[in-house]
């Protein structure tokens, strides 16, 4: 049968200070291993980057991909659809 719902990630323009914090330290492993792929901290990126780099879609785009991942695993363990 068929699902009728969709999950949809934000795209760039939707990162915000902050975002990822509450999932950052339930996955340690699983950021770990996306750091290693796109060669710089995403938690430091979320949590403590400069103005500059915080628009550039060089790193937005992988940062905000991974938390929105990890986001959609935290909400599939919870027993979502």
Known sequence: ????????????????????????????????NAEDIVGFSIRDFFLDCPPEQFSDTRYVQPALYTVNALHYRQYIEGGGV
């Open 1 to 32: 049968m068929a699902s009728d719902r969709a999950i949809l990630f934000p795209g760039q323009g939707a990162q915000r200070p902050g975002m990822g914090a509450s999932v950052f330290d339930v996955y340690p492993e699983l950021l770990a």
